[in-house]
């Protein structure tokens, strides 16, 4: 019986998500353009949440995944708030100088979106990550205890700084 419910909520699971009803992904903002270098990301946010850069600019951004993303949007102030710096549909990296905040609209809910971006829900990365020299991705947590100097060597590029932070062996 349980191995039953199992496979049914399985099920369910993936006809919702393929119905673009349950939607999460990773919004990443890269401080150098072309999606390159150091990136502060907000991880498995739902559409409509806003995500802040409350010290950072970032120079480009992408979304995890666009199976079911009408557009998203980089935005030049916090809380997703015009104006508009970049918005796309594209899978690939989207370069733009001046992101701030941004977000992302799914296509079953494009709809009931707001034409101005703004959002009440907005949150903050929770995680960063850089390419180290062999080209290895590393992604950690960001903490209130280490949050300060995150945002610091992220403006900076100091792959170094985060290195210690992320526990990755120099």
Known sequence: MQFISAVTMATTIVLLQNAGLVGALDLRFWTNPGCSGTFAQCGNISAGVCCNLPTLTARSFRVSDVAN????????????????????????????????????????????????????????????GFVDETGKEHIAKITEANKEAIYGALEKGDVATLKTEAGVAA
Not at 70 to 88: E, I, K, M, N, Q
Not at 90 to 117: E, F, Y
């Open 69 to 128: 993303v009408a557009d998203f949007t980089g935005w030049g102030t916090l809380s997703c708030r015009a104006p508009v710096v970049s918005r796309s549909s594209l899978a690939s990296c989207i370069s733009a100088n001046g992101i701030r905040s941004g977000n992302w609209r799914s296509r079953s809910r494009i709809g009931d979106a707001a034409k101005s971006g703004s959002t009440e829900d907005c949150v903050e990365p929770d995680s960063f």
